[in-house]
């Protein structure tokens, strides 16, 4: 029995094409959901945002960005305190230290500034790609793909991959989404992951990308 062939990187190209120009229609709005003003800011709000609502994240940040301007500050803090400061957001007791190791290794590594390499982030404590790469794209205005579970989910179901880590979904999309487009791309799969394609129920009749996604078939109408 013959095997279905693969799509070829210039179908994946063509498929990612048509995402971005259907997306953007329906998702105009589409962005990063966490609230910042700056690199850092951005990359503590990660930190917390590892299997937390985005909206929480944003409660909690208010008064936190507010006592905590700069590396250094996040340091200094006892564990403690910072804790209490960040208590409603779950794993606090490994957030509030991955953000005091991570922010003493800024403070003593980089002088108190978050660095704008890849290497260098994913260097630091609590720091993997995914993060590394949202920060790059939407702190530094690099082109970047952070892989959250949305964009993994989506770019599985689109068929624009075949892997399952992080890390090699991202090498996959880079190799197939246009340089200029990579941060929207991420941001109109999230949107869309968040609103049409959900994880349990996804509504395929309702979705812009029906035509387009082999996933449809595995789903009831």
């Known amino acids: ?19 971005l120009n259907r997306l953007d229609k329906v998702h105009p709005d589409a962005k990063l959901d966490l609230d910042f003003t700056n690199p850092l800011e951005l990359l503590i709000a990660l930190i917390l945002a590892a299997q937390a609502r985005d909206d929480l994240v944003n409660q909690v940040t208010v008064p936190l960005f507010k006592n905590y301007r700069t590396a250094e500050d996040y340091a200094r803090a006892p564990l403690p305190v910072l804790q209490e400061q960040i208590h409603k957001i779950n794993f606090y007791r490994n957030k509030a230290k991955s953000i005091h190791n991570c922010c003493s290794e800024i403070l003593a590594r980089y002088g108190g ?39 993994m989910r989506l770019s599985q179901r689109l068929g624009l991959t075949n892997n399952t880590h992080p890390d090699k979904i991202e090498f996959d999309l880079t190799s197939i989404v246009p340089e200029k487009q990579r941060v929207r791309f991420c941001h109109l799969l999230q949107y869309h992951g968040r609103r049409v394609c959900l994880a349990k129920k996804p509504r395929c009749p309702e979705c812009a990308l029906e035509d387009l996604c082999p996933y449809r078939e595995k789903t009831k109408s």
Do not use: C, W, Y
């Open 113 to 151: 500034k978050v660095p704008d390499r890849l290497d260098d982030l994913v260097s630091l404590p609590g720091v993997g790609r995914k993060t590394a790469n949202i920060v790059l794209g939407n702190a530094f205005g690099r082109q970047a793909i952070g892989v959250d579970t949305h964009v």
């Open 1 to 19: 029995m013959a095997t279905a062939r693969k799509p070829s990187s210039k179908a994946k190209t063509v498929v990612v094409e048509q995402v």
